[in-house]
Every structure is written in structure tokens, then in C-alpha cells.
């Protein structure tokens, strides 16, 4: 069964800190990769996409994707309190579909 | 970007009644679109697959009967809760895929509160 696995936490992160989110995926085969965000009673928002191993940079965010040791992980530089939130981890599967990690709960604490 | 719209955003229902929810993508034709369920501090959890012009597919421990899909055109899907239940109470989120230039990429409306009496 394909799985994508995330530390649930709550990640205390202090403002104007780096937090990294992390997150392995089962199938060796995937190919496309994305990240999301999730405020409280809030639907998920794109964050990023990543296809190639190495890093992909957007503002404050950096995806870092290794396929070799089935990794992907999200950076956020300069943690603001509003990046307070849930990402979330997903992996393509087939006919389109995402293949979800639970999550991991991001705390930027002032 | 992609916008995709969801309505209502909140709908308030009595047990045995049915509830229709809109999915649109507003700026593009979406070829697929899911549907997923979340209940409290859980995560989401994908109830149907569905592409244009075809049955949907439906995840294991989903009730077809019960939940009906329509994916009528590119850009309007539609789910109906049928003879709803308080478990039934859920915050339902729809998203598009299949974006020209982006084909796999999900883009998520707002999401549907519906609470079930």
C-alpha cells in the first residue's frame, strides 16, 4: 500500500526561525510531489509542487525532493505567526489522485 | 492561478433530507475532480474520483447510493448527500485537476460545512 509519512507534531518553530517540515513516501515509481497548507476550518492551499530531485525555491519556501532515499521536505525561512497552520504532504498516484500524509501542525510562537 | 468555487459554504439540515453541493472550477477546465471528507483534527480522506462525462469512482467504504456525483461538464460538479445522517456531518472540500499545463496538480474550493440534525 502506497504511504506518505509525516510527523504529526505540533513543531514549535520561534518567529523569524527556519521550519523544516518533513515527509516520506513509500512508492519509488512517484513523480510529482506537493506540499499544502491548511489553516483551521480552512480547505487546503497549494504551496508548492516539485518534480526533480535538488531544491525549488518560491519567496520565503524551499522544497527539497530526493528520490533516492524517497524524501521530500518544505522549508520556511523567516517563520511568520501567520504560517501557523497544518501542511500538508501529498504524492501523486494514479488517474491524477494525491496520496495524503496526516499532516504536520506548524506553531511560530512570537 | 486556478479558482475553484464550492457552494454553499455552510448548510444546516434535518436528518433524512437531502443536501446538493456545487463544485466549479471558474478559470479553467478541470477534466477531474475529487471529492474529500474531513472530520475534526483528521485529514482528509478521499470519497470519489470523478472525470467528465463518466461514472465517478468511489473509495472502498463509500456508499454510491449515498453520496451522488455528477460531473456533467468541465467546469460544474456536483455531490448529493442523500437521506442525511448527524454522522454524515462533515466538512466536505472538493478540488480540480487536470489543468491544461498542469496535469496533476489539485486545486481545492473553499470546502462545504454541512451539519446534520
Known amino acids: 500500500q502506497k504511504e506518505v509519512e509525516q510527523n504529526s507534531g505540533p513543531l514549535s518553530v520561534p518567529e523569524g526561525a527556519i521550519a523544516s517540515l518533513n515527509c516520506t513516501y513509500s512508492?519509488?515509481?512517484?513523480?510529482?510531489f506537493f506540499w499544502y497548507r491548511q489553516y483551521s476550518g480552512k480547505s487546503p492551499e497549494l504551496i508548492m509542487s516539485?518534480?526533480s530531485n535538488g531544491d525549488k525555491e518560491d519567496g520565503r519556501f524551499t522544497a527539497q525532493l530526493n528520490k533516492a532515499s524517497q524524501y521530500v521536505s518544505l522549508l520556511i525561512r523567516d517563520s511568520q505567526p501567520s504560517d501557523s497552520a497544518t501542511y500538508l504532504c501529498a504524492v501523486r498516484g494514479s488517474n491524477y489522485q494525491l496520496i495524503w500524509g496526516a499532516g504536520t501542525k506548524l506553531i511560530i510562537k512570537p | 492561478g486556478a479558482v475553484v468555487s464550492q457552494h454553499p459554504s455552510r448548510v444546516i439540515c434535518k436528518s433524512g433530507t437531502s443536501v446538493k453541493i456545487e463544485c466549479r472550477s471558474l478559470d479553467f477546465q478541470a477534466t477531474t475532480m475529487f471529492w474529500y471528507r474531513q472530520f475534526p483534527k483528521q485529514s482528509l480522506m478521499l470519497m470519489a474520483t470523478?472525470?467528465?462525462?463518466?461514472?465517478?469512482?468511489?473509495e472502498q467504504g463509500v456508499e454510491k447510493d449515498k453520496f451522488l456525483i455528477n460531473h456533467a461538464s468541465l467546469t460544474l460538479s456536483t455531490l448529493t448527500v442523500t437521506s442525511a445522517h448527524p454522522e454524515d456531518s462533515s466538512f466536505y472540500i472538493c478540488s480540480a485537476g487536470g489543468l491544461a499545463g498542469s496535469t496533476d496538480t489539485q486545486y481545492f474550493g473553499p470546502g462545504t460545512r454541512l451539519t446534520v440534525l
Open positions: 512508492d519509488r515509481v512517484s513523480q510529482s
Open positions: 470523478s472525470n467528465e462525462g463518466s461514472k465517478a469512482t468511489y
Open positions: 516539485i518534480y
